[in-house]
């Protein structure tokens, strides 16, 4: 019998159409409890005016989603072999719970560690929600072993710490990733027992759960999610290899906010946003975000903390002093370095050890006075590759303490764990020095902890030996530089763990460290972890996410796409898709004169493909339709040049084009070209074209163009991060060198441009009404679509004329965007082929009605 978690579990199709009725959760009326099933949802997308839930009393909750639950288990024989549960102090997952609002009701969802037979599964879900608002997920053991151990384990972590899958036994492997899917969809069903959409957040934790975003969207299109993730995020070279790399992507965009450790993290993910995606990303008063579909995917930059009240209880236990006292007596004399660590292929044991044995061959004096304790947490994962690991560290562990070792002197000394908290408290307050040597680690606690214990206790002190607590404290940290707690200890001595002398230089750095020195960065890094603790974190990763959340609301939602490469699109309540049935009739009605003026480039011909940027014969098609409408003025305003556009448009004899962004304009192809200035100087180009030159030599893929009015830098062929990096400097540089010259120096989609003043798409546009006008055809229809952002002048100059007014009060004003983003316009349609799309419509309406 399975749980109802793994009902349906491999039919992920029935995880927007299942007919059987959900858990009723949500209180509507006091003492009413409202039912609700997925057939309030059309394929699992909302309407506008469906609700997620309807609820008027809730508590304010917080559902905090992990692997594991914050539990330790066991079966007690004195009440027949009953399972039972108590809370996990040591969890993360639980100490964050500290930084959350009192009144906040906080359920923990998450997998057991602990397999429980299938006929007592429902048992203990009771039992676990009735007394420790816990929500277990049971997943088939076959799935949980190819979800875990195989994709997991065996995969993602390697990959994530940047380990190329290079040998068969972790190249990617289909089956454990559909196994990885259905685990995911599994902890989304759980929480879909229990959550009240509009009022609930959802904070998900690491890796493990990177599609379960994705799930969750496609459900409630508004729900408030939260992610962190507790492991590195790779470089883009390293995460591109991943087959399946754009749909774990948009799971994490599927979010609010997600949040890293560190800033090298949060590069490494908004890099491959970019590269892979094209989303770029903004800076708003210290805040980033990307636009992702009209939602803004924050993203959080903060190291995770400690729990100070935590360590501070387990320093104030006499059973600890004890400890301390028999560690003392057991490396009396001796100078004890610490490493902890888990049984990890990426902790850089033996890398330590062989550090350890090179201080002992350069510094005989250290020989039986230098001991290594290496507490040996045990291994999360299991496999052949933990096997070899340990193998590696034992040998070299031997070959060190036989060389150097003697009667009574081993320098490394094993600890094999488990070894308790309470018993870690009591090696940290004996050693003089931490060393953790991992090559790569998401974060890493335990200098942290050490530090803190090494503040003291009125009991470790007098276990220690001192007297009085102003008695200066003082610690030691070897960090490596590859790990994500490095950037927050600046006072510890930073290594390459793979240099081998400079690990062993830094050991007897940290030996002969003068004790002023050690009192200096040990008040440091106090000051920081007691400041920046687990509640810390927590409470400022929640401010985030209420803060991400808020315009929810404001906005209209609805999915798109299919599987794990749905999002949803958010727009404002008055920016809406143009359709053809939306301006048939205004256009049908038209009693003066129509104006239509059309962007070129990612407009009427895409941005990406083709070389070749001429018209297709399609479009030229459609502009004639639209032309020979004695009705219609039809304009192509383009930042091309005049040149380029006169022969690619040579087939349309009653188009007008504007070249330049509006510095030559003509109204039909046997008219002559206009500047918008007679007079105008272009010795300021004389200034800026070695400046782009310079930029272009050094910017691989990028060009320049060079207009009669402008000069224009191309980068989108060059590296996307470096091009970006290189136009913000061309910006700057430009602007500052061209600051006494008439001109103007902007960015657009992948370009840097320098124009004269008062030329822009804007002004087109206010010219052409105004002839119009005169002509004594002021229009009562116009249609403006554009996609960059020099067609956002268009249309705020449109809003202009239509409120000053320019144009007739009765005017239909239709100015749409192409893309879904933040926009002057009040329209959008989604690429160019739908722009082709409407335009058709529009041309055969003037066909049929000529």
């Excluded at 449109?798 to 100015?815: C, D, G, M, Q, W």
Aim: with cysteine; proline share 5%.
């Amino acid at each position: 019998m399975l749980s109802r978690s793994c009902f349906n579990l491999l039919n992920l199709e029935d995880y927007l159409r299942s007919d059987r009725t959900r858990i009723p959760r949500v209180m509507t009326v006091p003492g009413i409890i409202s039912d609700f099933d997925s057939n309030d949802f059309n394929n699992g997308e909302k309407t506008d005016s469906q609700s997620d839930v309807v609820s008027s009393v809730s508590p304010e909750r917080r559902i905090i989603v992990s692997n594991q639950l914050p539990l330790k288990a066991h079966r007690d024989a004195a009440v027949g072999s009953q399972w039972c549960f108590d809370w996990d102090k040591d969890a993360l997952y639980l100490q964050l719970k500290d930084g959350l609002p009192n009144e906040v009701e906080v359920i923990y969802i998450g997998c057991l560690k602990v397999d429980i037979d299938p006929s007592e599964q429902d048992d203990v879900s009771t039992l676990l929600f009735e007394k420790f608002r816990c929500v277990p997920t049971f997943l088939p053991p076959e799935v949980q072993n190819n979800y875990y151990h195989g994709f997991c384990k065996h995969y993602l972590w390697p990959l994530f710490h940047y380990m190329l899958p290079l040998t068969p036994g972790h190249r990617f492997d289909r089956v454990l990733w559909q196994a990885y899917v259905s685990a995911n969809k599994v902890f989304a069903d759980t929480i879909m027992e229990v959550i009240n959409p509009d009022e609930d957040y959802v904070w998900i934790q690491d890796y493990h759960l990177m599609v379960l975003p994705t799930f969750l969207r496609k459900r409630f299109n508004r729900i408030k999610l939260g992610f962190f993730l507790h492991s590195p995020f790779p470089s883009s070279e390293i995460y591109r290899t991943l087959p399946v790399r754009d749909e774990i992507l948009r799971g994490f965009l599927n979010c609010d906010l997600i949040g890293f450790h560190t800033f090298d993290y949060a590069r490494h993910f908004l890099s491959c946003c970019s590269r892979m995606l094209g989303l770029d990303y903004q800076s708003k008063r210290g805040y980033i975000g990307l636009e992702y579909y009209g939602r803004t995917v924050s993203i959080k930059i903060l190291p995770v903390g400690i729990h100070m009240g935590l360590l501070e209880s387990y320093m104030s236990v006499s059973s600890t002093a004890k400890k301390v006292e028999e560690l003392r007596e057991k490396f009396e004399g001796k100078i004890v370095m610490l490493g902890v660590d888990d049984m990890d292929m990426f902790k850089g044991i033996s890398l330590k050890f062989l550090a350890m044995g090179n201080l002992l061959e350069e510094h005989v004096e250290l020989r039986g006075k230098v001991v290594l304790v290496q507490i040996m947490n045990p291994a999360r994962s299991r496999g052949k590759d933990i096997q070899e690991v340990q193998d590696e560290i034992n040998s070299v562990a031997n070959e060190v303490n036989l060389r150097y070792g003697g009667p009574g002197y081993e320098p490394i000394v094993f600890v094999h764990g488990p070894v308790s908290t309470q018993d870690k408290v009591a090696y940290f307050a004996i050693s003089e020095c931490v060393v953790v040597n991992a090559v790569r680690d998401g974060m890493n606690l335990v200098p942290y902890k050490y530090t803190v214990c090494r503040q003291g206790s009125p009991d470790l002190d007098k276990a220690l030996g001192i007297e009085g607590s102003d008695v200066p404290r003082k610690s030691v940290i070897i960090v490596s530089e590859f790990i994500g707690c490095s950037p927050s200890l600046s006072g510890a001595i930073r290594v390459n763990p793979w240099n081998i002398d400079a690990v062993s230089y830094a050991m007897n750095s940290a030996i002969t460290m003068p004790e002023s020195e050690k009192q200096l960065r040990h008040e440091k890094h106090y000051k920081y972890i007691s400041s920046h603790d687990v509640a810390y974190w927590a409470k400022s990763f929640d401010q985030d996410l209420e803060r991400a959340c808020r315009e929810h609301y404001r906005k209209r939602c609805w999915g798109i796409g299919f599987g794990l490469g749905f999002r949803v699109v958010a727009l404002g309540p008055n920016f809406r898709k143009l359709a053809v049935e939306h301006i048939v009739s205004p256009y049908n009605k038209t009693k003066s004169s129509r104006l239509i003026l059309l962007d070129y480039d990612g407009t009427m011909m895409p941005q990406q493909g083709s070389v070749d940027k001429s018209p297709s014969e399609e479009v030229i098609k459609v502009l004639n339709g639209l032309c020979n409408d004695p009705q219609n003025v039809v304009f192509i305003v383009s930042g091309r040049g005049k040149d380029s556009l006169s022969k690619w448009f040579s087939p349309c004899e009653k188009l007008g084009l504007s070249a330049e962004h509006g510095f030559f304009t003509r109204w039909r192809r046997d008219s002559a070209w206009e500047s918008s200035m007679l007079a105008m100087d272009f010795d300021w180009k004389k200034i800026a074209l070695p400046v782009m030159e310079h930029y272009t030599e050094a910017t691989d893929g990028s060009f320049i163009e060079q207009k009669e009015s402008a000069l224009v830098w191309h980068h989108q062929e060059a590296d996307p991060d470096f091009g970006m990096w290189q136009a913000k400097e061309l910006l700057d540089h430009l602007e500052s060198v061209l600051a006494n010259d008439p001109v103007v120096v902007k960015r657009g989609q992948h370009i840097v441009e320098v124009k004269p003043q008062g030329v822009s798409k804007g002004v087109v546009v206010e010219s052409l009404i105004e002839t119009m006008r005169a002509k004594g055809k002021l229009p009562d229809f116009v249609l403006c679509i554009g996609d960059d952002r020099s067609d956002e002048d268009m249309f705020e100059s449109i809003a202009r004329s239509v409120s000053n007014p320019s144009l007739p009060a009765t005017a239909e004003v239709f100015a749409c965007t192409v893309g879904q983003k933040p926009s002057m316009a009040k329209y959008y349609l989604d690429d160019t082929s739908e722009v082709i799309k409407m335009l058709q419509g529009l041309a055969a309406r003037s066909i049929w009605t000529a």
